[in-house]
């Protein structure tokens, strides 16, 4: 995994969601700039539930790329500093990483969301 600012290695670190319900462990994170300054953030990731019982066994994640279109312009520089305002970065990931938390959750009913990711072989 490439990745060069804070931002893009605080965006590319595993999480497990505060419930500790479900783990997404980043494989990979792509951060594309657009020319009109809106990005686009494409994750490929391992998401693993707790099973019954509350284990996660090794092999019981699912493999996911999802493809997470950031438009709002006002978080730009603490994707591009190389030294961006500890505040802003953390509300940044709590952000994105809600965005993939919804996203998951609601991929099986609302078909925004089910367009944005897609399973890995």
């Given at each position: 995994m490439t990745t060069?600012?804070?931002?893009?290695?605080?965006?590319?670190?595993?999480?497990?969601?505060?419930?500790?319900?479900?783990?997404?462990?980043?494989?990979?994170?792509?951060?594309?700039?657009?020319?009109?300054?809106?990005?686009?953030?494409?994750?490929?990731?391992?998401v693993e539930q707790r099973g019954p019982g509350g284990q996660r066994g090794p092999g019981d994640g699912e493999c996911w790329v999802c493809t997470l279109p950031w438009n709002d312009k006002s978080f730009v520089d603490v994707f591009t500093s190389p030294s961006p305002d500890p505040e802003r970065l953390r509300r940044l990931?709590?952000?994105?990483?809600?965005?993939?938390?919804?996203?998951?959750?609601?991929?099986?009913?609302?078909?925004?969301?089910?367009?944005?990711?897609?399973?890995c072989s």
């Open positions: 060069h600012t804070p931002a893009e290695r605080a965006l590319a670190r595993s999480y497990t969601t505060g419930d500790d319900a479900t783990r997404f462990n980043v494989t990979d994170l792509t951060v594309e700039h657009r020319p009109d300054r809106s990005i686009t953030l494409t994750y490929r990731l391992v990931v709590e952000l994105v990483r809600g965005l993939l938390e919804e996203w998951w959750d609601t991929k099986g009913f609302n078909r925004r969301f089910a367009k944005m990711g897609r399973r």
